[in-house]
């Protein structure tokens, strides 16, 4: 199926699609968008409305028939106490975090869906 085709589906019209949900589809479908967006990940995704910080680094990696990836976030520590939760967002070591999730939400916390969320 087409990316053009993927997007006119009733299927991509049950629920909405973040830019990189749209990414991870495309490179799925598209041989030639999944080339470049392994060759240049920040620049695929700064064209996707994705700012990602110069001093961040993208690693792109390929899930195959038989190995399957799975990304985990930056251990934080596991201080969950209101004085540690207000010293991380605070801190000024470069970690950003989501505005509309909270430090412990693992799937978000330290990672690039924080940097899609809005």
Same mark, same amino acid.
């Given at each position: 199926?087409?990316?053009?085709?993927?997007? %006119?589906?009733?299927?991509?019209? /049950?629920?909405?699609?973040?830019?990189?949900?749209?990414?991870?589809? *495309? +490179? @799925?479908?598209? *041989?030639? #968008?999944?080339?470049? #967006?392994?060759?240049?990940?920040?620049?695929? $995704?700064?064209?996707? @409305?994705? *700012?990602?910080?110069?001093?961040?680094?993208? !690693?792109?990696?390929?899930?195959?028939? =038989?190995?399957? !990836?799975?990304?985990?976030?930056? #251990?934080?520590?596991?201080? $969950?106490?209101?004085?540690? $939760?207000?010293?991380? &967002?605070?801190? =000024? !070591? @470069? /970690? /950003?975090? +989501?505005?509309?999730?909270?430090?412990?939400?693992?799937?978000? %916390?330290? =990672?690039? &869906?924080? $940097?899609? +969320?809005?």
């Amino acid at each position: 199926m087409s990316t053009a085709a993927l997007k %006119a589906s009733k299927w991509s019209k /049950t629920a909405p699609l973040s830019a990189l949900d749209t990414i991870r589809i *495309e +490179c @799925g479908i598209d *041989e030639d #968008f999944r080339k470049k #967006f392994i060759a240049d990940p920040s620049g695929v $995704l700064k064209a996707h @409305g994705i *700012e990602v910080p110069a001093d961040v680094k993208i !690693n792109v990696v390929q899930d195959t028939p =038989s190995t399957y !990836n799975i990304s985990i976030p930056p #251990f934080r520590g596991n201080d $969950l106490s209101d004085a540690s $939760l207000k010293s991380a &967002a605070a801190s =000024s !070591n @470069g /970690t /950003t975090w +989501c505005t509309t999730c909270t430090a412990t939400t693992p799937i978000c %916390a330290g =990672s690039l &869906a924080s $940097l899609t +969320c809005a």
